[in-house]
């Protein structure tokens, strides 16, 4: 028997808005996301969120991360055929959040 696959989302938060960022989280938590991982943007004027879920079509992803605030335009051009998706940041340039400013 085959198991599913675990698939990454991730999410371009252009917001510092608390009450957004806990609606990702929840939304997460209710979707039972693994390894969830919560960034400051290299602008530091939002956060990079990614985390893991079992397997999902291209469409159940750009859906997710609709819900989870990501980006429009970053959805948007996903959204196209051909295009690799979900391409985020150079994790280089990431400096970790203190969870206490979550």
Not at 5 to 23: A, F, G, H, Q, Y
Not at 28 to 37: C, D, G, H, P, T
């Amino acid at each position: 028997m085959n198991k599913p696959k675990i698939e990454r989302v991730t999410v371009d938060l252009d917001s510092k808005n608390k009450i957004k960022l806990l609606w990702i989280r929840i939304v997460l938590f209710v979707l039972n996301a693994k390894n969830i991982s919560i960034k400051q943007s290299p602008s530091k004027k939002g956060y990079h969120i990614e985390a893991w879920m079992f397997g999902m079509s291209k469409k159940t992803n750009l859906f997710i991360r609709k819900i989870l605030l990501d980006d429009p335009m970053r959805v948007s051009l996903d959204a196209k055929s051909g295009r690799q998706i979900q391409v985020l940041f150079d994790k280089k340039k990431v400096k970790l959040v203190d969870k206490r400013d979550i």
